[in-house]
């Protein structure tokens, strides 16, 4: 019979453990009681649900075929009550005996709740599992009130995460300055700004006296009489041991559970392992030294009782993006012998400080700039002689041989702090599997999937120890930000970001250039369907003045004539225009419309009067034109009125962004008199039928366009139109023309996203798209109300000067 | 220092340019987040007008052909680049720009002109 190894607590610490003693012996009969319903996933990932960087899906660390391949009995939901210590089995919820031979207690630990009057009130939250992050997420809503009691690195991350879902959050910390534990007060203030910036409220120091309200919470009293309103409370106020099992056990308990190095308690057959803990006095918020517990308590339980836990100097970082905060060590400056380094920039909010002792790293805190973290952090756990280094402390030179200095590393060293992997086991992994790339390393070890931080030393070591090691393409948008034009998507998106400074300022480098700013600002515009800061200086002067830029800085004039269709009126009147601004050049462009070259800036809004027509979106990123053929209003072979249908489709598209300009063709039978199957989207008319086709290119490359759908009516062939250039809005990265998107995505898994998605689906895409047409407008309307009084016009000095006073 | 009034500050946008003619001289005076700048409007490389260009940090990209000058300095942000911008001294002062026009300075010599 094998040994039955029971394990109370469904944790990261109790399933990090449960994975090692499965490597050396997988021999036990292993039992695991959880009392949350979920298999162990990501804890610290939690505060990234929240912010709506991550799904709940995408954090889970054991899936149930883990269990089940393992041969775990999983009892998720379970609540072990009572450990009757001399029968050796426990007892839970459910009343169920479990018998044991070695039982691991891994029952982390829980919100610790004040003792404030009122905190049983509803609406009174703590963020610690999986459930609170969804009931939180149920209730936050745009502008609702929420406080968070608690300034350290949970309450910050909860404030961000509810702020970044709309609501109106106010900090309350009970210290003088924020994160008091890992940061000085100089650390603190920036980081105060940092916080404010983003638009959450701090006040400090504040003791809460009371939480009020009828039933519901509606405000808060502090000590000082003051009081301030709030609909959602959310307590993260520090953490206390679930130690209450073991000591109604009868075990040694003070904070937590008393265990020793090997991480044995009290009682001989009985073992603890991570938050529940207190090893030679000190308690454990953070993961990476609870892993170490787990590789060293695998040892002990499978009886290789040598390896002994000692705790790690902490380090924790800030998983606020865009908030960049990393403390590690001691940061006790009082200390005898210990020398301060301090860097600090004001305007950029960057600050760094470094704890010396005998010229040897003890701790740091990097505040507003962390780049250089894994070299202090090498510096730190190596302890270094840094006496030769003493002028280049603050600005590390880069690692001269990155693969010497991870060489020295010893393999039992932790790489992923967050996930407990160790250099020996990505080294293994790497041999093993043959890895050659970042990414293929986090998926088998897992390494780098939490908080990134080791990226750069897994990179090296790979670069070290793989023979073919592949850099990975990274495809950011432009320099000035570490995501790709998707990545950033789907953060601008989750984050509720509203103006393209804002994305800079949070996730960028805060400057900007050329590709980004107009990019972001279509991506702003697509997400938030115009409902967003527009901010001209971030657009191509293009899309400033609504024209196109020529060669000697004039601009080209191009109305929109629907489908190719015009009148002796509207040409009368582009012939008068032409007269009164002296244009040099009138000329029938290659899609079917009249352009006006030469115009000088000032004249613009002048001719769009003129003209009384609407802009052609000739100089955009956005939708050009239907040309059209006459079908069957006079050609002889016409099968389909593709005029009519070319016109309603413009009509349809028109003042319209898209990721590249979008070009369109509507013929009344195969002959294609007007180009439909080299445009970004055509119908074809055919007998009876449209043919809707999409990714069609004449230009730098000639692709024949894919047939999207045949379908009997023009209102259907408007509706697949509609739905594939909705979709090719909100997927096509910024630059990407519809021929790159289709070949890229693939045109199966288009008509399975688009004419043939689920009813629910498509209307919601139509629905973003009716959206963002209600709210677009022609842009020369800014003729009569420009975006800024100088929009358009030349500016005079207010002083005469003579020109014989200038060089 | 021979200060000329030219214009309101608000009439340059924030991160925007505008161009100003004096006689022959057109220069382009930007808004870099409440800081005014001025360079002479015109691309060392085909004359583009660089008051259109979009600002990144302290630099203007030209709105032709990308080409990056620092607004501080004038000179080009790639090394390959052999010209550079004639700047000119500029201050705020009651809500209004001033720009010292006799002052303009050239921090290497065109070697392309
Ligand atoms: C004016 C016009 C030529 C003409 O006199 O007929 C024209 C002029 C320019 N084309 Fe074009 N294209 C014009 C029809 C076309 C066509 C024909 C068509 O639309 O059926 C094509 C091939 C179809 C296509 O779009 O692919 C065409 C393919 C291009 C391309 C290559 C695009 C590609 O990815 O293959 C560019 C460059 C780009 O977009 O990156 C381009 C870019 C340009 C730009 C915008 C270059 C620039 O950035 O300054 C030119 C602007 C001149 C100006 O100031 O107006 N133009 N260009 C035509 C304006 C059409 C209109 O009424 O809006
Ligand atoms: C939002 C958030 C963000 C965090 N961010 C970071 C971070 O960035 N870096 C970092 O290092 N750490 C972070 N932490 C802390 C980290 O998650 C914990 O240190 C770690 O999860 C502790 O692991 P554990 O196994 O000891 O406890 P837990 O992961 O809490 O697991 C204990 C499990 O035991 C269950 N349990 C308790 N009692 C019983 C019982 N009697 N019977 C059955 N089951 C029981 C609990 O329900 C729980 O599922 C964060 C924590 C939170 C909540
Ligand atoms: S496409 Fe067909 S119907 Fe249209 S003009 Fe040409 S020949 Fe006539
Ligand atoms: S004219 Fe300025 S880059 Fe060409």
Redesign the pocket.
């Known amino acids: 019979m094998p040994d039955k190894l029971v394990v109370a607590g469904n944790g990261m610490a109790g399933v990090a453990c449960v994975e090692h003693i499965l490597k050396c012996s997988p021999s036990f009969d292993i039992t695991i009681f959880g009392d949350e319903t979920h298999v162990n996933y990501n804890r610290i990932m939690l505060s990234m649900v929240l912010a709506g960087e991550k799904s709940a899906e995408e954090i889970m660390l054991n899936d149930i075929e883990w269990y089940r391949s393992n041969g775990i009995h999983a009892h998720l939901g379970v609540r072990v009550a009572r450990i009757d210590c001399s029968a050796r089995a426990v007892i839970d919820g459910e009343g169920r005996r479990t018998e044991y031979d070695k039982l691991i207690l891994a029952t982390g630990s829980s919100a610790f709740i004040p003792p404030i009057p009122g905190v049983d009130k509803q609406n009174v939250h703590v963020f610690r599992t999986l459930d609170d992050t969804r009931a939180l997420l149920a209730k936050a809503r745009k502008g609702l009130k929420a406080v968070v009691i608690g300034g350290g690195l949970l309450g910050l991350e909860a404030a961000r995460g509810l702020q970044v879902r709309g609501c109106d959050v106010t900090v309350i910390h009970l210290m003088e300055s924020l994160m008091e534990r890992q940061l000085d007060s100089a650390g603190g203030e920036y980081l105060k700004r940092r916080i404010e910036s983003l638009g959450i409220r701090v006040m400090l120091p504040r003791q809460t006296a009371a939480i009020l309200g009828n039933g519901h919470v509606d405000g808060l009293r502090f000590a000082n009489g003051e009081e301030l309103e709030a609909e959602l409370v959310v307590i993260a106020a520090g953490i206390k041991p679930n130690a209450a099992l073991a000591r109604e056990a009868g075990l040694k308990v003070n904070r937590g559970i008393i265990v020793n190095d090997y991480l044995e308690t009290s009682d001989p057959n009985i073992f603890a392992v991570g938050e529940c803990t207190e090893h030679r006095g000190q308690t454990f918020g953070l993961v990476a030294p609870l892993f170490d517990q787990a590789r060293v308590l695998a040892a002990t339980v499978t009886g290789n009782r040598g390896p002994v836990f000692s705790a790690p100097a902490p380090a924790a970082k800030l998983k606020i993006m865009g908030v960049d905060i990393f403390s590690a060590g001691s940061i006790d400056e009082s200390e005898p012998g210990v020398e301060v380094i301090r860097y600090e920039d004001p305007s950029v909010g960057a600050y760094k400080k470094l704890l010396l002792k005998n010229n040897r790293l003890r701790g740091m805190i990097l505040v507003g700039d962390i780049a250089d973290e894994p070299v202090y952090m090498d510096w730190m756990r190596s302890g270094t002689d840094l006496a030769a280094m003493r002028r280049q402390l603050l600005c590390p030179p880069p690692p001269s041989d990155p693969g010497l200095e991870i060489a020295e590393m010893a393999d039992s060293e932790t790489i992923c702090g967050c996930n407990g992997v160790r250099k020996g086991e990505i080294i293994e992994a790497i041999h093993k599997y043959g890895i050659t790339t970042l990414g293929k390393l986090k998926e088998r070890t897992k390494a780098s999937t939490s908080c990134g931080s080791c990226a750069g030393l897994c990179e090296r070591l790979l670069r070290a120890v793989a023979p073919d090691f592949q850099e990975e393409t990274r495809t950011t948008l432009c320099s000035c930000f570490p995501f790709s034009y998707e990545r950033l998507r789907d953060i601008v998106r989750g984050q509720q970001l509203k103006s393209v400074e804002e994305v800079l300022a949070v996730y960028g480098n805060r400057k900007g250039c050329e590709v980004c700013k107009p990019a972001l600002s279509y991506m702003l515009d697509m997400l938030w369907c115009g409902n967003h800061d527009e901010d001209r200086s971030a657009r191509f002067i293009n899309d400033r003045v609504h024209a196109n830029i020529q060669k000697d800085g004039t601009f080209s004039v191009v109305p929109r004539m629907r489908g190719g269709v015009t009148s002796p009126d509207e040409l009368r009147r582009i012939a008068d225009v032409a007269d009164k601004y002296k244009i040099p050049m009138v000329k029938v462009t290659g899609s079917q419309r009249i352009d006006l070259l030469g115009v000088k800036k000032a004249d613009l809004p002048g001719v769009w009067r003129d003209l009384g027509m609407n802009s052609g979106q000739a100089y955009t990123k956005g939708v050009r034109m239907v040309k059209t053929?006459?079908?069957?209003e006079f050609?002889?072979?016409?099968?389909q009125d593709?005029t009519n249908t070319g016109i309603e489709l413009e009509r349809r598209f028109e003042n319209l962004f898209t990721p590249h300009k979008f070009k369109m063709g509507v013929?009344?039978?195969?002959?294609?008199?007007?180009e439909a199957t080299v445009k970004d989207l055509g119908f074809v008319?055919q007998e009876g039928s449209w043919q809707v086709v999409v990714g069609g290119a004449a230009g730098k490359s000639v692709r024949k366009a894919d047939l999207l759908i045949t379908v009997e009516t023009s209102e259907q062939a408007l509706e697949a139109a509609e739905l594939f250039f909705q979709y090719y809005r909100e997927n096509g990265n910024y630059l990407e023309r519809s021929y790159d998107f289709v070949e890229r995505l693939g045109i199966e898994k288009i008509r399975k996203e688009t004419v043939y998605a689920p009813a629910e689906e498509k209307r919601k895409l139509l629905d973003r798209l009716h959206r963002s047409k209600a709210l677009s407008r022609d842009a020369w309307l800014e003729r009569d109300r420009p975006a800024n009084p100088t929009q358009f016009v030349q500016i005079e000095p207010m002083e005469k000067v003579l020109e014989t006073q200038l060089v | 220092m021979n200060w000329t009034k030219i214009t309101r500050v608000e009439n340059i946008p924030p991160r925007e340019g505008r161009p100003v003619r004096i006689g022959n001289l057109e220069i382009a005076i930007f808004n870099v987040n409440g800081r005014f700048l001025t360079i002479e409007n015109s691309c060392p490389h085909r004359g583009g007008p660089l008051c259109d260009g979009i600002i990144s940090g302290t630099a203007v990209v030209c709105p032709l052909h990308g080409r990056h000058f620092d607004l501080e300095t004038g000179m080009p942000m790639r090394v390959s680049e052999p010209a550079c911008l004639a700047t000119f001294p500029t201050r705020v002062e009651d809500g209004i720009v001033l720009v010292d026009l006799t002052a303009g300075h050239r921090v290497m010599e065109d070697a392309a002109a």
Not at chain 1, 629 to 632: I, L
Not at chain 1, 635 to 639: E, N, P, Q
Not at chain 1, 667 to 674: K, M
Request: glycine residues 22%.
């Open positions: 053929c006459v079908g069957t050609c002889r072979y016409g099968v593709s013929v009344g039978c195969p002959r294609n008199c007007a008319g």
